[in-house]
């Protein structure tokens, strides 16, 4: 039998913290988003979005890239596919999680 | 992880995935073009047919044109940029242009040759909204309640209420046009709602 709290010991904490796994989330739905938007989404100040996708850029899940639009220059966020593997094993964890929760 | 949090996670996938559809300022010209070729419909203008058809157009571009390149810019730069997924809507996408929109023009030619008791296009606009709203990231409760308000419009003739066939179809324009200009201006204050300002915008507009 499985065991829901080591289970949740075990869920990565580089994605279970709420910002980044908010970035992820957001993230996992579309191909790219810009600092802005996640800027937007997550309410963090520019050092802390930026200190957050460090992280994730460190640890795998997220790839940066610096573009211009026009003469704007822009940063440009997406999952790599080892993100987007992290991201749907998580959810998959905490959905199981869930459901042996309300089982017991 | 508390409800709570699920709930704002699952809003800022849903948000993410259908970001265009939010932005609703973007529907805000196509409706008052809309709301605009009614009225012409409706008044008897001493205007020519013709001359009143390309007003119309017109005024159909210049709503095309504010809502790519104006309010697009707008987005971009106050909210961001995000690039969409295509292939997480092939589903999506073919129910629209398979389904959808050649229900809603037989409906209309229904009304204009046929012309039921009823207006038919009235319903299937509102069946499109409610699929609109739900396949591009449900909340939103405003699109159900313009959808139960098409519908009642829609069965008004059948008390004596409203025109039917062409006569019917302008005043629908209409308040198609309406929902629109609404919709869009609650779908903004939704996506306002999801990506609040961040600090340094709120110093900025509070100077």
Redesign the interface.
């Known amino acids: 039998m499985s065991r829901p709290f080591e289970e949740l010991a075990d869920l990565d904490r580089l994605i279970h913290e ?1 910002a980044r ?2 970035i992820l ?17 997550t ?1 963090l ?2 050092g802390n979005l930026s200190s957050h996708m460090t992280k994730l850029e460190e640890g795998g899940l997220l790839a940066v890239a610096k573009e211009f ?1 026009g003469k704007i220059p ?1 940063t ?1 966020l997406s999952l790599t596919d080892a993100g987007r593997t992290a991201i749907d094993g998580y959810w998959k964890t ?1 959905d199981r999680l869930r459901k042996e929760t309300r089982r017991r | ?1 508390t409800p709570m ?1 699920a709930d ?2 699952r809003r ?6 259908n ?1 265009f559809f939010w932005q609703g300022l973007r529907w805000i010209p196509l409706g008052t073009a809309m709301l605009a070729y009614a009225f012409m419909r409706s008044v008897d203008f001493s205007t020519a047919s013709d001359a009143r058809e390309w007003i119309a157009l017109s005024l159909f571009a210049l709503a095309l044109w504010l809502s790519t390149s104006v309010l697009g810019r707008y987005y971009a730069r106050h ?7 295509a292939s ?1 809507h092939v589903v999506r996408t073919s129910v629209k242009w398979f389904l959808v929109y050649p229900a809603i023009v037989v409906a209309m030619l229904v009304d204009l040759e046929l012309v039921p008791p009823l207006i038919v296009s009235g319903l299937a606009y509102a069946l499109a909204i409610e699929a609109y709203r739900q396949s591009t990231g449900g909340g939103r409760a405003h699109y159900t309640a313009f959808a139960i308000g098409l519908v009642a419009f829609s069965i008004l003739p059948l008390f004596g209420a409203a025109p039917v066939g062409r006569s019917g179809l302008t005043p629908l324009i209409g308040i198609i046009g309406l929902i629109y200009i609404v919709g869009g201006v609650l779908d903004h204050r939704e996506l306002v709602r ?7 915008e709120r110093h900025v507009a509070s100077v």
């Open positions: 709420p796994l908010a989330t957001a993230l996992a739905a579309c191909k790219a988003a810009d600092f802005l938007y996640l800027q937007r989404l309410g100040s520019k639009v822009q440009r905490m | 992880m949090i704002r996670l800022i996938h849903d948000v993410t995935d970001f909210f961001g940029r995000v690039r969409g997924d997480r999801v990506l609040a300002p961040i600090e340094e």
